[in-house]
């Protein structure tokens, strides 16, 4: 199969195009010497038949190399916008379509295009707000008394009491069982108390009497 100039190819795919023929118009750029695969026509034509036959990703990708070629080429533009809604990569069409509306404010089919995109955004469906949740707080996996002694710590700060009603009777008992009752105590103390006098009198006794002696027996 004999290679074409790019100006023969194009001309041969353009009527492929015009008869609705997109395949065949595809098979004559494949015949498109390399040398000329520059120019920014033939990636035109080739993402136009792509985009007819609704391959919509190889006719983005060959209006975007056509595009590093010409980047203001308004055929391409165009193609490239229609490729990319098509794919659902709006917010890539939209930032492509600003650039050509900049290029050719007054453009018709640019404008149509503007509206269309336009509506295709706003009737795509919004993700739910996602509302992020505090952190929950856990027990540390830590040894049991040492967690006993934080969810203590932590009830006291809250406010919270440390002890249920059964735990603060549990002790008032033991308590009791292992101490004397406080007036028993004061009891105690009294009965003892008269004794303090008495050994107060006996030591003087004894004292007086032991300077008696000494001084009686010189």
Same mark, same amino acid.
Request: glycine share 4%.
């Given at each position: 199969?004999?290679?074409?100039? %790019?100006? &023969?190819?194009?001309e041969?795919? +353009?009527q ?5 023929? @997109?395949l *065949?118009? #595809?098979?004559v750029l ?6 000329d695969?520059?120019w ?10 792509f985009?007819l036959?609704?391959?919509h990703?190889? %006719?983005? &990708?060959s209006?975007k190399?056509? +595009? ?6 308004? @055929?391409? *533009?165009? #193609? ?20 050509a ?9 640019l404008q ?15 993700? @739910?707000?996602?509302?992020?949740l ?24 809250s406010?919270k009491p ?7 009777s ?9 101490n ?13 108390s ?20 000494s001084?009686?027996?010189?």
């Amino acid at each position: 199969m004999t290679q074409l100039d %790019a100006t &023969s190819g194009i001309e041969l795919a +353009l009527q492929h195009l015009s008869r609705g023929e @997109p395949l *065949l118009a #595809l098979r004559v750029l494949d015949r498109v010497s390399w040398m000329d695969l520059g120019w920014p026509d033939y990636w035109r034509v080739r993402a136009e038949a792509f985009l007819l036959l609704g391959d919509h990703k190889q %006719a983005a &990708s060959s209006a975007k190399e056509g +595009l590093v070629e010409d980047p203001d080429n308004l @055929p391409l *533009l165009l #193609l490239h916008i229609k490729a990319l809604k098509e794919l659902g990569k709006l917010d890539r069409a939209q930032y492509t379509l600003k650039h050509a509306l900049r290029l050719a404010p007054h453009n018709l089919e640019l404008q149509s295009l503007a509206d269309s995109l336009e509506l295709q955004i706003d009737q795509r469906p919004k993700s @739910p707000k996602t509302v992020s949740l505090p952190p929950v707080q856990t027990i540390p996996d830590v040894p049991n008394h040492a967690r006993d002694d934080w969810k203590t710590a932590k009830d006291w700060r809250s406010g919270k009491p440390m002890f249920n009603e059964a735990d603060a009777s549990a002790i008032k008992r033991a308590f009791k069982a292992n101490n004397p009752t406080l007036p028993e105590v004061q009891v105690r103390r009294r009965n003892f108390s008269f004794m303090l006098p008495i050994g107060f009198l006996l030591l003087c006794v004894a004292f007086i009497g032991f300077w008696l002696w000494s001084h009686m027996g010189r």
